[in-house]
């Protein structure tokens, strides 16, 4: 079936569930509709470990009785089980407190334009294929290095799906799109040290895709590069965030500005809006139009279209992320930002990840971060951490067991330099992130 056809018979079925609202006494409705077909193959010590299809299909509901709300789903697309969801949504809207907030999108912000972002490049589901490139990475990896002893295994994975997204005021409108990902961890041993690491690629398009000999390689080389790790004594000193992780930082910035923390008063950014809060050569930009990119979307999970939008200019906070219950609490209007963020491009001060070192002189190149010690009412951040001790600009061993602190508004304000050399692998596309100081916990 051709996937015009698909796309038209899901957008069938949502019309028909939204018209079945109003008839059922709803005053407004919302649905979406997803199907997704994927392979997962993963391999150990270059052996298939596990094969999975996924076929999944499903239909959420959400009816309005004044401002009174009530949602359903359903994975059987029966007529008898869509009139059934329904029919549930509508009473339960109708035991439902009143809030004058709920209800969907202003209608003015519904997106009316759907461009063709290049999101679906569709491949055949081909099981021997996804094995031969899982065990190919692994075997690349296993062959690296005399010092690469064990392996947690392969993954690739490869994904078509179709979302579809309809309302009462008269939204019905979808796209299909396609994900390919690959990755690798190995461990290596040395002198009774173990350590391990990773690499992964990712991609709307399979040939897009790193090389599976080129991942395992990576996986490899970062696993054999931790060997000897060593602590270090507690001090003050720079920090360069690897750029494969330093999108968590502004991880933290997206919860810190989002409506519902904001409305809960359970941010660090409160009351923000137009101060400086990063230096005054940062600008961080939202491009939701990339063709191809993994975030990009024309419209939210709300139906509000998405736009062009600058998120962070000369440092200071340039706006907030509304969705639509957000934006009423807080007395403004949705920015489309219901479901997340559309792919930020975060600005940078042209040095290589190379001349970033030499800058930071003496401190910690962190290329690992674990747990989940951040406060997003305080700022306060606790991470562990792993990466290589820096002198003089030059890597002299590998780190571990040690834990990063400080306080984000510090952090943000403190960032000295960001590298030209992006990960893109990800809604938040940045490069290696240099901070002034921050403190390391170690023995």
Sequence with gaps: MQIEQQLGDIQNVVDDVLKLALSKGATQAEASMSKVQGIAVSSRMQEVENVEFTNDGGLGISVYVGKRKGSASTADLSKAALTLAVE??????????????????????IATEFPDLDLYHPEELNTENAIKIAIEAETAAMNYD?????????????????????????????????????????????????????????????ALLQ???????????ATVDRLGARKINTANVPVLLHRDIASSLFGHYVG?????????????????????V?????????????????????FDNEGVACSDMTIVEAGQLATYLYTTYSSRKLNTRSNGHAGGIHNWLVGDTGQSDAELLKDMGTGLFVTE????????????????AAGYWVENGVIQYPVHEVTIAGNLKDMFKGIVAIGAEKDVRGSVQTGSVLIDQMKIAGS
């Design 278 to 298: 990063f230096p005054e050569w940062l600008n961080i930009e939202e491009r939701p139009f990339i063709k191809g990119g993994l975030a990009s979307s024309s």
């Design 146 to 206: 005399p010092r690469i002893t064990n392996s947690d295994g392969a993954s690739y994975n490869a994904n078509l799906g179709m979302r579809v997204y309809g309302n009462t005021h008269g939204i019905n409108a979808g796209y299909p799109s396609s994900r390919y990902s690959l990755s690798c961890m190995v461990i290596g041993a040395q002198d009774g040290d173990m350590q391990r690491d990773y690499a992964y690629t990712v991609s709307r398009k399979a």
């Design 211 to 221: 090389s599976a000999a080129s991942v395992g390689e990576d996986a490899a080389k």
């Design 88 to 109: 549930k949504a509508v009473d339960i809207a109708r035991y439902t407190s009143e809030d004058p907030c709920t209800g969907l999108a202003d209608e003015d912000l």
């Design 256 to 276: 810190a500005i989002s409506g519902g923390s904001l409305y809960r008063r359970s941010s660090f950014l409160l009351d923000s809006l137009g101060k400086q």
């Design 369 to 384: 971060l674990m747990g989940q010690g951040v406060n997003g009412v305080t700022g306060d951040y606790s991470r562990g």
